[in-house]
């Protein structure tokens, strides 16, 4: 299958996304790495973009030809100490893995995400020791690799190792 | 005289080992020697608190933060306060890790109280909650001493984590630490 990059676009999720969402939400190999449960019911995915998609502060769908094929989620820290950071967490259908689109959604989410929300001034990813792929996708979007937390948290059950990264509002390159 | 001085400095090593060194709860009743470090430019220069300047808030404090907190404990010098230990639980599946965090009277900086104190924390606190996993601490980049505290104690260094804090207005770069029960078991 060729995949031309320059179709990969960011937009809202909608309700029509639903059957699209549940092809990659309801599979385990996407969601292993998170902290969702897998969707397994078209109503679960109709209830997970009204109730958590549409409202979320930063979520995009990944689309192809303006079809849903995966999610970027940025999430601000509530409280007045930690606003000035996010979180990220992404995920792609596995029937497009490997042609490099969660890196491509990846380099036109961020700098979005900081024009959008001036006060952020850190954007961390936790990457599961295991996961090599998407150490990879963080390492070509310019994340730097700042350390291996060791037994950092559970993750569906299990005890993990995961290495943090960041990329601050001030690694972005400067306008011409 | 250099035979002298090396002397001296062994017995000052000698002395400050020998320090009567406990933990315990900090009370309301402790709040005098609490505003001695409390009130200290000098030892909240990377706390995110400024310092202290009435007994009244020291009071709070201690009632409304020290005695609910899930550990937290005094570190006594002959049973007299001079600093403060404590490590903070987390729920879910972040249960598995504490924070450490400390605080020392600067008259007695450079004994290697905290070290001790770290060590005696340590020693206990993965056997008071079997839950914990990770002991973690968070070091300015700037504070050097801290950090030879946990390298001591045996804490591993596991990376700089950049503007990961914001203390008084500026944003910092720490230092993760963490120490496992298993790096503590082994």
Known sequence: MEVDLSKITLRPFKLEDADDFLLFAGDDQVTNYLRWQTLSSKQEALDHIKDVCIPHPWRRSICIDNCSIGFISIFPFSGEEDRFKANIGYGVAVKYWGHGIATKALKMAVPQFFADFPDVVRLEAFIDAKNLGSQRVVEKTGFQKEGMLRKYAYMKGKLRDMFIYSFLSTDLPANP | ?186
């Not at chain 2, 206990?124 to 914990?132: A, G, K, M, N, S």
């Not at chain 2, 104690?153 to 984590?161: D, H, I, M």
Request: charged share 25%; hydrophobic share 40%.
């Open chain 2, 1 to 186: 005289m250099e035979v002298t001085s090396v002397v001296q400095l062994d017995q000052t090593k000698a002395k400050d080992e020998c320090l009567n060194l406990s933990l315990r709860p900090l009370q309301v009743s402790d709040v005098d020697d609490f505003m001695v470090w409390a009130s200290d430019e000098k030892v909240t220069r990377f706390c995110t608190w400024e310092p202290y300047t009435n007994k009244e808030d020291g009071l709070n404090y201690i009632k409304n933060t020290v005695v609910p907190h899930p550990w937290f404990r005094a570190i006594c010098v002959d049973d007299r306060p001079v600093g403060a230990i404590s490590v903070s639980a987390n729920s879910g599946n972040d249960k598995c890790r504490g924070e450490l965090g400390y605080v020392l009277a600067s008259k007695y900086w450079g004994k290697g109280i905290v070290t001790r104190a770290v060590k005696m924390v340590v020693d206990t606190i993965f056997v008071e909650w079997p839950h914990l996993e990770r002991l973690e601490a968070l070091v300015d980049v700037e504070n050097v001493g801290s950090q030879r505290v946990l390298e001591k104690a045996g804490f591993q260094r596991e990376g700089v984590l950049r503007k990961y804090f914001i203390l008084k207005g500026r944003s910092r770069d720490m230092v993760m630490f963490s120490l496992l029960s298993t790096d503590y078991h082994s």
